[in-house]
């Protein structure tokens, strides 16, 4: 907004610039009735005259410089005005993009990064903007969007982000599990940790940061396990207390994790087999109470991950008990990287909650395998 203001300020100073100078003559003295008159007053009457044009040029020039003033700031109001329009500013943004005078950041460097991958970036790129398009971020994160990336387009016009350090630290630490040589040769003294939560005051990235390490991760072929809104989870809903465990089972929350697992994973889950195949327990269902003479599920040899998860889509009594084993099962597959990234997580979010990450102490959870 500030780039745009100043821009108008400037065009109508030099507009200004070209206004021709009009000078407003000076009135003569009267004409006296004698010659002797006319004759002692001439002298008088030419000193008065070049008095009179002098304070006229003064007027006149700050007349001037008024005018030019309110002229500026009328056209710097205006477009303030405009910029609160929607429609104008974003249409201002876009003409903006072709002019690379304006991609200027601090210290003189581009504000945006010409890095394609957020594999490629590095330190240099940190507090540049890359973008993006809605196309790539809804079929990369099929769960959907956090709610701070939104904002953050919205505001900016922009599908860009900013790149932040704590993305890249976070990238690199898992990207040091996958590839060891890493760790011996780039990483002096840095820790590798498989277990992260990420902590901070509220709107300061952390969404956004965890949102660009599932991109990165599903960009790199893992098999990540996202949920972006996990206050969901106990928010909501149908909650019941299972009398086996004495937690409390919440199974549409359940299943719409499933759901939104299968999303971007199937293909992959078709491929890979279960390792478990201990009888998975049931629960209440979903307004339905509890299945009669019937407390478990088995899984038969031979089952993929797919089938699985369909099972728990199917039956809203497994559907719990379903999410738990998948739990266990994601933390055995050994041939791919596996990353589970659970958004909006506070301790007091999971105290009665009767699957995953019961030990949860803070806000965002990331596990790499």
């Known amino acids: 907004m500030l780039r745009s203001l100043l821009r108008t300020a400037v065009s109508a100073t030099k507009s200004q610039s070209h206004l021709p100078t009009i000078l407003i003559p000076a009135t003569t003295a009267a004409a ?26 003064k007027t006149k020039s ?20 405009d910029l609160l329009d929607e429609d104008v500013r974003a249409r201002r943004l ?22 394609a991958s957020l594999s490629h970036l590095t330190r ?3 507090c540049t903007y890359m973008k993006f398009s809605m196309e790539e971020l809804n079929a990369v994160l099929p769960e959907g969007l956090p709610l701070g990336m939104l904002k953050e387009f919205e505001e900016s016009k922009r599908t860009a982000l900013l790149v932040r350090q704590n993305f890249l630290d976070l990238r690199d630490n898992f990207r040091r ?19 992260i939560v990420l902590d901070g005051p509220v709107s300061c990235g952390k969404s956004i940061a965890l949102a660009m390490l599932v991109h990165w991760a599903r960009d790199e072929g893992w098999l990540v396990f996202y949920v972006p809104k996990g206050r969901e989870w106990t928010h909501g809903g149908f909650f019941y207390k299972n009398p086996q465990t004495g937690l409390w089972d919440t ?4 299943a719409n994790v499933l759901q939104d697992f299968l999303k971007h994973n199937e293909s992959r889950l078709k491929e890979l087999p279960c390792q ?3 009888p998975i327990p049931l629960g209440e269902g979903a307004g339905v109470g509890w299945l009669k003479d019937v407390d478990s599920m ?8 797919h089938e699985l998860v369909q099972a728990g889509l199917t039956s809203t009594h497994a559907s719990v008990g379903v999410l738990v084993r998948l739990r266990k099962e994601l933390s055995l597959i050994k041939d791919i990287p596996v990353l589970i990234a659970i958004d909006q997580v506070r301790r007091r979010t999971f105290v009665y909650s009767n699957y995953m990450f019961q030990a949860i102490l803070l806000s965002d959870y990331v596990l790499g395998y």
């Open 298 to 305: 088995a899984m038969p040899e031979g089952s993929t991950l």
């Open 32 to 57: 006296s009735s004698t010659a002797a008159q006319q004759l002692c007053s001439r002298n008088y009457s030419s000193k008065t005259s070049k008095s009179s044009v002098t304070k006229a040029k």
């Open 124 to 126: 240099k790129d940190t």
């Open 94 to 115: 876009a003409e903006d993009e072709n002019n690379k005078s304006l991609d200027v950041g601090p210290n003189g460097r581009p504000l945006f990064t010409s890095t």
């Open 251 to 254: 199974p549409v929350q359940a």
């Open 62 to 81: 700050k007349t001037d410089a008024k005018s030019k003033t309110e002229e500026t700031s009328a056209a710097v109001d205006e477009s303030a005005a």
């Open 177 to 195: 599990i996958v590839d060891p040589p890493l760790q011996s040769s780039g990483s002096k003294g840095l820790k590798v940790r498989k277990q």
């Open 276 to 278: 478990i195949f201990d």
